[in-house]
């Protein structure tokens, strides 16, 4: 049974960093994309950053140049650094990672950047 564990969520003073991490343990294979999603009091869960088997990145427009998505695919690993944080960046942050046959999500992460 795969799960994704995550890690590194807190609370930080604007302006802070913080490094998420996000493990998948168990039998997984060929996973195509590792994302991030986030999710604030009230609002839509959102896509924050996302990084292919090849490297590519893309990401939310409110954290361009501020978040960087990194994976190590011995590991079954994302990270998401995330400097310069701001208030409107709280949320719980989720991890998610696609292979050909199922999406994969973990349990999430509580991020809160106090002003």
């Known amino acids: 049974q795969v799960q994704l564990v995550e890690s590194g969520g807190g609370l930080v003073q604007a302006g802070g960093s913080l490094r998420l991490s996000c493990a998948a343990s168990g039998s997984i294979f060929s996973i195509n994309y590792m994302r991030w999603y986030r999710q604030a009091p009230g609002k839509q869960r959102e896509l924050v950053a996302a990084?292919?088997?090849?490297?590519?990145?893309n990401y939310a427009d409110s954290v361009k140049g501020r978040f960087t998505i990194s994976r190590e695919n011995a590991k079954n690993t994302v990270y998401l650094q995330m400097n310069s944080l701001k208030p409107e960046d709280t949320a719980v942050y989720y991890c998610?990672?696609?292979?050909?046959?199922?999406?994969?999500w973990g349990q999430g992460t509580q991020v809160t950047v106090s002003s």
């Open positions: 998610m990672f696609t292979t050909v046959k199922y999406d994969y």
């Open positions: 990084i292919t088997s090849g490297g590519s990145t």
